[in-house]
């Protein structure tokens, strides 16, 4: 792939104007009436249904992170099947790559002068998944920005549409806004978290790796002398 440099610095801008319209402005700006009032929505909503309860604790339970593993790995899967032995090989390599990428980007990520609470421990007089419910589960982060469970699946998203189409892409936006959400409606996450931080992290990180030829050249290069070149993946 050419280096599509225009549209590289497009997303870097959209990117850079996201995060900065939430971070110069005094307290955030319309960003903390925002999260405050989604926050709120859906803390409220927890004394009123035992069921609202325990659905937002099962789905930010480890547990549930691990079925969003399972839903990246069937979608992946979904292609690994209809590949040749050869074309194989490749997707569980561009896997690799993908997730060196994910390694590199969150760390850069986390360079960014910002750390603040969730909003759980931020607003005095509220209600706490952990404390209405006997049950483990992640309601509050003492550093909450950027979400990295939110980064990791838009990384997946982009890779998704970079090397799988658009139909694909649209099932993985599907995954990341179910697998996202539970974090931002228990209150673990704000959601300029996610929506500010992972996806401006993303727009200015992830197309430096898929619209140059670092990508290819990585799994190729790992095509290359990686082990197993010339064994059948069954």
């Known amino acids: 792939m050419k280096i599509r440099l225009p549209l590289i610095l497009l997303l870097n801008a959209l990117g850079l104007a996201l995060f900065f319209s939430w971070y110069l402005p005094e307290n955030h700006g319309f960003w903390f009436s925002l999260d405050a009032g989604i926050f709120h929505f859906?803390?409220?909503?927890?004394?009123?249904?035992?069921a609202y309860v325990v659905l937002l604790a099962v789905t930010n339970n480890r547990v549930f992170d691990g079925i969003s593993l399972l839903a990246m790995g069937a979608l992946f899967s979904w292609f690994w099947w209809h590949e040749t032995p050869?074309?194989?090989?490749?997707?569980?390599?561009?896997?690799?790559?993908m997730l060196l990428c994910a390694v590199i980007i969150n760390q850069l990520g986390h360079l960014i002068p910002v750390s603040h609470v969730s909003p759980t421990l931020y607003f005095p007089d509220i209600h706490r998944v952990s404390e209405l419910l006997h049950f483990p589960t992640k309601d509050a982060s003492k550093d909450s920005f950027p979400g990295d469970h939110g980064l990791m699946l838009l990384i997946f998203t982009g890779f998704v549409l970079r090397y799988f189409g658009q139909k694909a892409f649209f099932i993985a936006l599907l995954i990341f806004f179910v697998f996202a959400s539970p974090r931002?409606?228990?209150?673990?996450?704000?959601f300029t978290d996610v929506y500010v931080g992972s996806l401006s992290i993303a727009l200015v990180g992830l197309p430096w790796a898929l619209l140059t030829p670092l990508s290819d050249g990585l799994i190729n290069l790992l095509d290359r002398y990686l082990p197993g070149k010339n064994k059948t993946i069954a």
Do not use: C, E, T
């Open 86 to 97: 050869k074309g194989r090989r490749r997707l569980v390599i561009m896997g690799v790559v």
């Open 184 to 190: 931002i409606m228990i209150g673990a996450h704000w």
């Open 42 to 50: 859906f803390n409220n909503g927890l004394v009123n249904s035992h």
